[in-house]
C-alpha cells in the first residue's frame, strides 16, 4: 500500500471523529477473503514489531521468582512473586483486574508450569498468556529493560474465528505519519503470512475508537 495514501486516510478518519475526553486509539482493520480458517495452517497469530509506539504506555507485569524479582521490579509495572502466586490464583477479582489493566504478561521460564496450572484458565482465554514467540519467556540472562522497550513497541495480529484482523496501529495525538508507518508494518507482514498474499486482503480500514471507519483500500 502507498503510504502517502494511508496518511491521507489516517487524517480522514482524525477528522470525522468527534473529540472525546480521552485519548483515543487509532485502529487498523482488515477483512480477509478465501481463506479456510478451520484449516490451522491458514489461521493469523502473529506478532509485529512496530516502528513508533503505540502513543499509550503499555503495561507489563512479571511473574517471577526470588532471584529474578529485584531486576524485575526496577523494569516492570507489575510485578508478582512465586510466593504469591497461590494467595493471587484464589484472589479472581483482583486476578481479573491484574489481566485487564496489562497488556503483556512475562514469565520467568523455570514457572511457566505453574504459572500454567494456576492463571492460565484467566490468562489464556484473553491471549495474554506469557509467549516466547513475543520473547515473553525469560531468564536471569534475559535484558528486561530492553524487553519492555520492546513491548511498547509489539502488536499481536490474529485471525483464527473470523476472517477478520484488528489492530490498534497508534492514538490520535501521534502524527499521521507515524501512524501510517505502523499500519504499513502490520500490512506488509501480513501479506507476507497470507498463502495468497495480497489475493487474501478484501478491505482496509482505519478507525478512532469512537470514529466511523475510513476506507484506506
Same mark, same amino acid.
Given at each position: 500500500m502507498d503510504? /502517502?495514501?494511508?496518511?491521507? /486516510? &489516517?487524517?480522514? #478518519?482524525?477528522?470525522?471523529?468527534k473529540k472525546r475526553n480521552f485519548k483515543q486509539t487509532v485502529d487498523l482493520i482488515?477483512?480477509?477473503?478465501?481463506?479456510?480458517?478451520?484449516?490451522?495452517?491458514?489461521?493469523?497469530?502473529?506478532?509485529v514489531q512496530l516502528h513508533?509506539?503505540?502513543g499509550k504506555k503499555v503495561k507489563v507485569c512479571a511473574l517471577v521468582g526470588p532471584e529474578l524479582r529485584p531486576k524485575a521490579e526496577k523494569v516492570f509495572d507489575t510485578v508478582i512473586s512465586e510466593g504469591n502466586f497461590e494467595k493471587l490464583s484464589k484472589d479472581k477479582k483482583q486476578l481479573?483486574?491484574?489481566? %485487564?489493566?496489562?497488556?503483556?504478561? &512475562?514469565?520467568?521460564?523455570?514457572?511457566?508450569? %505453574?504459572?500454567?496450572?494456576?492463571?492460565?484458565?484467566v490468562l489464556?482465554?484473553?491471549?495474554k498468556m506469557p509467549n516466547p514467540k513475543a520473547g515473553c519467556v525469560v531468564d536471569l540472562r534475559t535484558d528486561l529493560k530492553a524487553l519492555y522497550d520492546k513491548l511498547q513497541k509489539l502488536v499481536r495480529v490474529?485471525?483464527?474465528?473470523?476472517?477478520?484482523?484488528?489492530v490498534a496501529v497508534g492514538s490520535e495525538e501521534m502524527e499521521d505519519s507515524?501512524? #501510517?508507518?505502523?499500519?504499513?508494518? &502490520?500490512?506488509?507482514?501480513? &501479506?507476507?503470512?497470507?498463502? /495468497?498474499?495480497e489475493a487474501n486482503i478484501s478491505k482496509v480500514f482505519v478507525k478512532l475508537t469512537m470514529g466511523k471507519p475510513v476506507e484506506v483500500k
Open positions: 503510504t /502517502k495514501l494511508i496518511t491521507q /486516510k &489516517v487524517s480522514e #478518519a482524525k477528522k470525522s471523529s482488515i477483512t480477509l477473503k478465501e481463506l479456510n480458517l478451520k484449516n490451522s495452517e491458514e489461521q493469523v497469530d502473529m506478532f513508533y509506539p503505540l481479573k483486574k491484574l489481566v %485487564r489493566e496489562h497488556k503483556y504478561f &512475562v514469565a520467568q521460564a523455570n514457572l511457566m508450569p %505453574r504459572i500454567a496450572s494456576l492463571f492460565g484458565k489464556g482465554p484473553k491471549g490474529t485471525a483464527k474465528t473470523q476472517p477478520q484482523v484488528q507515524q501512524i #501510517a508507518d505502523n499500519i504499513h508494518t &502490520v500490512y506488509d507482514h501480513l &501479506v507476507h503470512t497470507l498463502p /495468497k498474499g
